[in-house]
């Protein structure tokens, strides 16, 4: 790590610092803040994605079992949603926040308002909206189909009244998600599930801007432009707009070629530290923006879930491995019965057999499994090699 010119006043990194800057930022460098758990995690990170697929489990829950290991997935849930700490609300996507962060989505709140509308357009919103509100006083918390029913009986896209009207109230603050159950959500009104001292639109539009740039600088350690705004999936212009007093110091990267930013307290010491070996949800903010994911790592990866099955390449739902620092493969896991398989998998390097097979054997013993088999790999050699390293390390 060194410090430019006088002509460049900018910190200058190397591409192998940066990549270690940014694993120390996501909680893969290091001893695992065991005693934070997955609260920790999540107040860390900022914003955990949630998203329907569920393969080895839903990624909220691989995300804080990437980083401290097999913890319980219902620990997990409970973590997430109990004692007021946590609520769903629009960031990079549908994600998990904390609780404390309330007043920062002021901004995305009062847009929503001032547009009138997201999707869908109410018939009678005064109306629809009042009913919601009154059902979630008298019997609140209750999921859109408690409300009354989150369809009108058409296509799957066609929501009911009472459906538009509960997500439009979301949207504006007047209502909470405060857990999902059964992949539901679970909607309560503000004022019981906020705390009084976070319940409050007071913060300008720049506040709230400013706080949530330097809330992804710290969570990545080190960004692009791009990379920082999308992280809360702001515009690039509101970046801009507060960049200058979020605390991020400009930095240059090798091989960039693009300005740079990076928290403060990830240039305060060298980054050291165990690497956790593991697999990652496609869905991970360590992976989560491919063009920075092929920048940081030089691996290129794409969620094939929703690509037509003839042409995916690596899988369903294939899994990057972590190890060493380092993106070392991918697998597309699955489940028959009691034991995990390895739809497909493949390796950046015949070394990384043996920890494809750890992390796989652990993975296997995280979801209740007793087996491993590998079905089918990139090419013999490496379903052979995996396959030697999963019987040494059975358990």
């Not at 997935?73 to 609780?99: G, N, Q, T």
């Not at 709230?208 to 740039?213: A, F, K, M, S």
């Not at 879930?305 to 972590?322: D, E, N, W």
Request: hydrophobic share 40%.
């Amino acid at each position: 790590m060194t410090t430019a010119t006088a002509s460049q006043p900018t910190v200058s990194l190397s591409v192998d610092e940066a990549r270690r800057i940014a694993l120390r930022a996501q909680g893969f460098l290091g001893a695992p803040d065991r005693k934070g758990g997955v609260r920790g995690v999540l107040r860390h990170l900022g914003a955990v994605q949630l998203d329907t697929i569920s393969v080895l489990a839903r990624s909220h829950e691989l995300i804080p079992y990437a980083r401290l290991g097999a913890v319980g997935r219902e620990a997990v849930e409970k973590a997430y949603w109990s004692d007021s700490h946590a609520f769903e609300y629009w960031s990079h996507a549908a994600c998990v926040l904390p609780i404390e962060e309330w007043p920062h989505f002021a901004f995305r709140r009062r847009a929503r308002r001032a547009r009138g509308h997201r999707w869908h357009v109410l018939r009678d919103k005064e109306r629809s909206t009042a009913a919601v509100l009154d059902r979630l006083r008298a019997d609140g918390p209750l999921t859109s189909s408690e409300l009354g029913g989150a369809k009108n009986g058409g296509e799957w896209f066609e929501w009911s009244e009472t459906k538009i009207a509960v997500e439009w109230l979301l949207d504006t603050g007047e209502v909470v998600c405060t857990e999902r159950r059964g992949w539901k959500r679970v909607y309560d009104l503000a004022e019981r599930a906020v705390p009084d001292a976070l319940l409050h639109d007071d913060l300008d539009d720049r506040e709230c801007l400013r706080r949530l740039v330097e809330l992804a600088g710290r969570s990545l350690g080190v960004g692009t432009r791009a990379d920082i705004a999308d992280y809360h999936r702001l515009k690039g212009e509101e970046f801009d707009a507060v960049v200058a007093d979020s605390g991020l110091v400009p930095v240059t990267v090798e091989g960039w070629g693009k300005p740079a930013w990076a928290h403060p307290a990830a240039l305060a010491s060298e980054p050291r530290g165990r690497h956790r070996t593991t697999l990652l949800s496609p869905f991970d903010s360590l992976v989560w923006d491919r063009p920075r994911t092929e920048r940081i790592f030089g691996f290129t990866h794409r969620l094939e879930a929703y690509v037509p099955k003839p042409k995916r390449v690596h899988g369903y739902f294939a899994m990057p491995l972590l190890a060493g620092g380092r993106l070392q493969g991918r697998v597309d896991p699955g489940r028959e019965g009691r034991t995990l398989v390895a739809r497909q998998l493949s390796l950046t390097t015949p070394k990384a057999a043996g920890a494809m097979a750890e992390a796989l054997w652990e993975a296997a013993r995280w979801v209740g499994c007793e087996d491993v088999r590998v079905e089918r790999a990139a090419d013999e050699r490496e379903a052979a090699a995996v396959t030697a390293e999963l019987s040494a390390r059975r358990p």
